[in-house]
Every structure is written in C-alpha cells, then in structure tokens.
C-alpha cells in the first residue's frame, strides 16, 4: 500500500486519529461517533440510517482488517472506527437527546468493555476485521435493546 493509501486507512481506522490519544483510545473515538451520530440522525431516517450503518459496518471491517496488518498486531488500540460503528448501531431508532446520548455512551462503553456473549467469543476466536469490528456490533445492539426499553418506560 502507498504512502497516501496507508495514511487514509489509518485516518479512518483511527477515527480521525482519536485512537491514537493514548489514554482510552476506544472512549475517545465513540466520542468522535457523537457527533456523526447527530449528523446522520438529522440527514437520514429510518431505513436510510440502516442502511448507512450497514455501509459503514461493512467498510468497518475491511478497514479495520488493512490496519491491522499497517499496525502490525492484532486488534490494536488505535482501531476505533469499530467503536464508531457500535455507537452508532447503540443509537438506532433512539432520539438525539442530551439524556440518550449518554445514556448510550455509557451503556455501549460498558458492553464493549465486558464483552458479555457472543462478543467475546467474536473478539478471542475471530480474526481481522470482522473479530475487531463484530465484538463492538454486538455491545452496540445490546446497549440498544436497552436504550429501547428505556425509551419505551419513560
């Protein structure tokens, strides 16, 4: 890969080179989701925002999978865009408010951190891109089942 390919991926993988702050670099890119969630809320709804999703998933995983080997290590810590994609999917059908934001910030931080099944399974037995972004879709859907019943009592 050239010079400006490998930068691009980096750039993407790194969501805009949050992932290299070097203190809780996976945080620090589902911050950057914040305001790509907001942006995507306002563009696109319902179906569109899935199928965005699914586009930035898929992307998600064949990015991932080319830093990985630019990294030269197995899911490293400066991968977020996988964040990214699970914050986003945290998000889905949830309404932009300042109490759901965190609220799913929070949740999907706690998800991806635990790894609570199949994540982490997906994340110790399946490799490249898919097992860096997969383990971070499934926290994702979680936190959004929560969210949903949140949303749903309130």
């Not at 969630?37 to 898929?58: C, D, I, M, P, R």
């Not at 991932?64 to 030269?72: F, I, T, V």
């Not at 859907?141 to 019943?149: D, G, K, S, T």
């Amino acid at each position: 890969m050239n010079r400006a390919g490998s930068f691009i991926v980096r750039f993407l993988a790194s969501g805009f080179f949050s992932g290299h702050i070097p203190f809780a670099p996976g945080t620090c890119g589902t911050l950057v989701a914040i305001p790509l969630y907001l942006a995507l809320f306002s563009a696109l709804q319902g179906w569109k925002y899935s199928v965005a999703l699914l586009a930035l998933t898929l992307s998600a995983i064949w990015i991932s999978g080319l830093a990985e080997k630019l990294y030269g290590r197995k899911d490293p810590p400066q991968v977020v865009i996988d964040e990214i994609a699970g914050f986003l999917l945290t998000m889905t059908a949830i309404p932009p408010t300042a109490m759901y934001i965190v609220m799913g910030f929070v949740l999907f931080r706690l998800f991806d951190i635990l790894k609570p099944q199949p994540a982490g399974w997906i994340n110790s037995r399946m490799r490249g891109g898919s097992g860096i972004v997969l383990d971070d879709i499934v926290a994702g859907l979680y936190a959004n089942i929560v969210l949903h019943f949140v949303h749903r009592v309130l």
